[in-house]
């Protein structure tokens, strides 16, 4: 990490303090963190809006990590955390419960979990054959997850339709992770990803240069496919599907920070955070007192930004 634009990094630093201050105040009603006084503006702040503010920025983190992860896995610049399907099982999960359980949000989330990991675990199968047939895994596997969504949301109750919609489209108003669990998934996802920097930056330069210089390539993208499958396993159990955080922020780090990965990946771990933070503190307020779905922001922030992203770098 090269310290000659400490500017950049003093950024990274504030940048999530002054985000989570505006975060905080701005809603339906506007409130003060620092002038508070009423009982129902402490409510407000401590207990409604600064817990989901934090898993917005535990989930935006994750789902961040799991890019920067993937697209050196996979050698594909357009890679993201749901590239291998493991949005699609875990939506086929959590609709699937939603058929046979009463309207839960926990019996939703554990049937996600279930469903991401059976997706990890179909993909794991094909963890030797090297990125190109992963990713063509993947790919297949996708469209087989989303052709049983499909069939699932077609037979589902239509009392049930809307919190299946709801949850596909990203939802960070009734995560069952607890705040402290997905903070500590947070730091426990940078800190793997720390230890495996060098690595990464030795498997930039390709597999065969990796392995001449003492990589087992095999084996670190086995853990890789574990670490990003397992990150983005909870950011979509904890929010449901959010897009285009973690396409879009490892490529935006990567401008500011370089490709190192020591200093990539606490930067894409921020800046997602921020980022989902500001997504959905729009979606709070954009149409308040309803909310839109964080997705739908997440996408018409991400698609543009991306275009512009590509551009620059032609």
Request: with cysteine; aromatic share 8%.
């Amino acid at each position: 990490m090269q310290f000659d634009n400490w500017y950049k990094y003093a950024l990274a630093i504030a940048l999530p303090i002054v985000v989570l201050m505006l975060a905080l105040a701005a809603g339906e009603q506007w409130i003060n963190p620092f002038s508070s006084n009423t009982t129902l503006d402490q409510t407000i702040l401590w207990e409604l809006r600064l817990p989901r503010i934090l898993t917005a920025f535990a989930v935006g983190g994750l789902l961040a990590l799991a890019g920067a992860w993937f697209q050196v896995l996979l050698g594909n610049p357009l890679a993201e955390p749901y590239i291998l399907g493991v949005a699609g099982s875990s939506a086929v999960g959590a609709v699937f419960s939603l058929m046979l359980l009463p309207d839960s949000a926990w019996a939703m989330s554990a049937g996600a979990f279930i469903g991401a990991w059976v997706g990890i675990t179909v993909v794991m199968l094909f963890s030797s054959q090297g990125p190109s047939k992963l990713l063509l895994s993947g790919v297949v596997l996708a469209a087989f997850w989303a052709a049983l969504v499909a069939l699932l949301l077609a037979i589902l109750p239509e009392k049930r339709l809307g919190m299946a919609l709801a949850w596909m489209m990203g939802d960070l108003s009734s995560s069952v992770i607890s705040v402290q669990a997905l903070l500590i998934g947070w730091a426990v996802a940078l800190g793997c990803g720390l230890l495996l920097a060098r690595s990464l930056d030795t498997l930039l330069l390709g597999e065969t240069h990796a392995r001449a210089l003492g990589v087992d390539v095999a084996r670190l993208r086995r853990r890789l496919l574990w670490v990003a499958s397992a990150a983005t396993a909870i950011a979509v159990t904890a929010a449901g599907t959010i897009g285009f955080v973690g396409l879009v922020i490892p490529h935006m780090m990567r401008i500011l920070f370089g490709t190192l990965h020591r200093g990539l990946l606490p930067a894409s771990a921020i800046g997602g955070g921020v980022l989902l933070v500001l997504a959905d503190t729009g979606a709070r307020m954009i149409i308040a007192p309803a909310e839109l779905p964080v997705g739908v922001i997440t996408a018409l922030i991400g698609v543009p930004l991306f275009l512009w992203l590509l551009v620059r770098r032609v």
